[in-house]
């Protein structure tokens, strides 16, 4: 076995985030031991691929093709999966665990999908997974959960845990660009990927989000269940009305305690310029946790990159390597493989206010059929914004009618929705936002 | 001893921050043994006055008015420190490490003055003393530095500690308050004690960044070096100043790692609006700590509090109890009993931009005096505010000139205001505030 206070470290996958990890093994080791008291090696770097460990300049003895090498070593104690995707990844992470090493991942797909399974394998094996890097990059987050807010019954968490849709709302937001001319550029400057979906169409979020809620309220989270809905629809002049009327718009990652279950959801929304998720801009992330006790906790930091995701994967490997992680993995009731099934909601149980845009005929009564329409589902306006509409527009699309609603039920929007979609004067589809105020802190 | 996976606790001093322990010990201890995976129970509240307790319905037979009973019971294997003060506070404390208990404090005047050597008994004692409680409430900021960013050289930290000065600062800055207006006011809601020095002076912030910073660095500080200035001098004209020019005055407890030593400091500073913690207001505290892996990172919440606190101070007791914090404490190199004497520099080798108020007699060429001192000092201008001064305003006080200068020594700074002060043009003293720039990150 592994000589006292020495831990042995094989990284699986050398792309942007493993060699980042490489490097702060190499790198910073000396650091590194200084700070945890603890002779981190990295004694394995499995690839098929040397581009980048060649780069960063790695030991030649260190680089392998195969994993059996890292697996078949007494002295390498943990495994890092930083070879993303789901088949291959989880089938490598299962050897791992089943070869008795612990394992770090920042796979967040991988354990939204296959998390319960996997731990429940590595417990079986007497180890445990960490996953500090798969949400939010290098904010610890997931350590505020398991440790820091442990004495909280936690009744709300929201995220902004996605840099490449921040960026893009951020750009569309101060600089006026459209979603297509704001995505163009952030994939120019490597802020989104060649193929955007996984993080533009809100799946990314949802799989964070699945992590998270299911380490904050100790429940067993479906993937599936939870409604997504990504930037890719979102109009420039939506962002603007919001604006006009005081707000800017972010992709959270919404999840609400409620007596009848727990409300998940995706999606753009609009918060007020003063909200305490309003500056958070660009590439960062942040992450509010709303605690009974605590009150509001925020954590902020950058979501994405081969250095701070780099710091949270290190981080973990040094809290296996001090043996705190896995008595936490071992010990706490939160994880989702021993916990019970969430009782998640519908959308139309939400409860939220909306932001409405109507495309209306340009004709009298139409404001009132309106009012009228989400009066009978019991739903009140709060604000209503109309400009004069500039000469030569043309009827065709209709006239742009704001509406801002107090907090109602989803599936009341909808249903009166739907029933305006009937008449003559909508000319086009409404658009329908949600406005997310402040969350009320419940202090005990 | 005690029985597996039930740790008793004692709450010595039951006051607010006491009272609120207890009342998340007993209220709420089914959640929390639902979320820790132990039983964690009340067994002693000691104290001489039981108003509190008997409020919080407290069963009667936990009341004490001797420490002896918690020392001597075996079931008990964590004190809670809570009465305050550094003289009572650190007897008890010593009394409980000796007795082989671990201790969970929120005292950070006393760890500021007495850490390491309690540190230190309490390794001879094989047990701990858990304090994340004692910095920023219910944040839990001592776990980021000891586990979430264990991956990082730390560069920087900036911190909004102190709720009352930050409450104070707020309503000077929102509502046009008077420093001695705001004040009274902090002091009818219970934001600020009815003698606010300890809060008002910079010294409980000092406390905070004397534990912050030991631990980020890893070094050992001395809490007397550490440059200390109040909120209670500062003018409402120079906060109005400061907005008119883009920037918020904030009370920053700053510690910065250079190459030539340890820049500690707490004092008002201007930070410019946009700045990430420009927005936090009102009693709220928030950190920002720069890693050179993660870059910036920064935790929210609320500093001060009965359940804020408790919380802190129960995620300690949980964490003794599962056996982590215990681990960190024995094994991470990071606490100031076994780090090195940090190397604290002089204010006078602070380099920050600044704001200047000059108050000048109204002639022709002072302004050409005044930036021709601050060049010989190799100080240069960054933007002047000077108004026409309103009628039958008197020339006694002077007609206010505000500078702003360039990044600067903070030596050569004084320098140049002391010989400034020597010409007959300048009328009144000049008011000198930093101006703390957004710190660059330095990701590797």
């Not at 910073?28 to 960063?56: N, P, Y």
């Not at 997974?129 to 442990?150: K, V, W």
């Not at 753009?268 to 500056?279: E, G, N, T, Y």
């Not at 008449?423 to 658009?431: N, W």
Request: charged share 20%; with cysteine.
């Amino acid at each position: 076995m592994a000589e006292p206070g020495k831990v042995g470290v094989a990284v699986v996958g050398c792309g942007t985030v493993g060699g980042g990890v490489c490097a702060l093994l190499t790198r910073d080791g000396r650091t590194l031991a200084q700070r945890t008291g603890r002779q981190i090696e990295l004694r394995h770097v499995v690839d098929v691929d040397f581009t980048r460990a060649k780069a960063l300049g790695l030991d030649a003895s260190l680089l392998r093709t195969s994993l059996d090498d890292a697996l078949n070593d007494p002295q390498t104690a943990i495994v890092c999966e930083l070879v993303g995707g789901t088949t291959f990844a989880k089938a490598l992470i299962e050897r791992a665990l089943r070869a008795g090493k612990h394992v770090v991942t920042a796979n967040k797909a991988l354990l939204a999908h296959h998390g319960p399974e996997l731990y429940a394998l590595a417990r079986e094996r007497g180890v445990s997974i960490a996953f500090e890097a798969s949400c939010a990059g290098g904010i610890p987050i997931i350590r505020a959960l398991l440790d820091g807010l442990l004495a909280n019954r936690i009744d709300a968490l929201y995220g902004i845990v996605n840099g490449t849709c921040n960026s893009i709302l951020t750009a569309m937001t101060q600089r006026g660009q459209s979603y297509a001319d704001a995505l163009q550029d952030a994939q120019r400057l490597g802020l989104a990927e060649a193929d955007p979906t996984l993080d533009v169409g809100g799946g990314d979020s949802a799989h964070k989000l699945a992590i998270l809620a299911a380490l904050a309220f100790g429940q067993r989270i479906d993937l599936d269940a939870i409604p997504t809905e990504g930037i890719d629809r979102l109009q420039l002049r939506d962002l603007q009305y919001g604006q006009e009327l005081g707000y800017v718009i972010k992709l959270l990652a919404i999840a609400q305690q409620r007596e009848d279950g727990l409300s998940l959801r995706v999606r753009p929304v609009f918060i007020h310029r003063d909200h305490p998720l309003a500056w958070v801009s660009g590439p960062f992330n942040a992450v509010s946790v709303y605690g009974h006790a605590v009150g509001h906790t925020m954590y902020y930091g950058r979501g994405a990159g081969a250095s701070p995701t780099a710091s949270a994967v290190v981080a973990d490997i040094a809290s296996i390597a001090l043996g705190t992680y896995p008595r936490l993995f071992t010990d706490l009731p939160l994880f989702p493989d021993r916990a019970e099934q969430a009782t998640q909601l519908p959308l139309a149980a939400v409860q939220s206010r909306y932001y409405l845009r109507f495309s209306v005929e340009d004709k009298p009564g139409v404001l009132g059929q309106i009012t009228t329409e989400l009066g009978s589902q019991g739903i009140s306006i709060s604000s209503v914004l109309q400009h004069e509409p500039p000469d030569g527009s043309g009827d065709d699309a209709g006239v742009p009618v704001v509406v801002t609603t107090a907090r109602a039920m989803e599936g009341n929007v909808r249903t009166a929705l739907a029933a305006l979609d009937g008449l003559g004067a909508i000319k086009g589809p409404t658009v329908c936002l949600g406005i997310v105020d402040e969350h009320e802190e419940e202090l005990s």
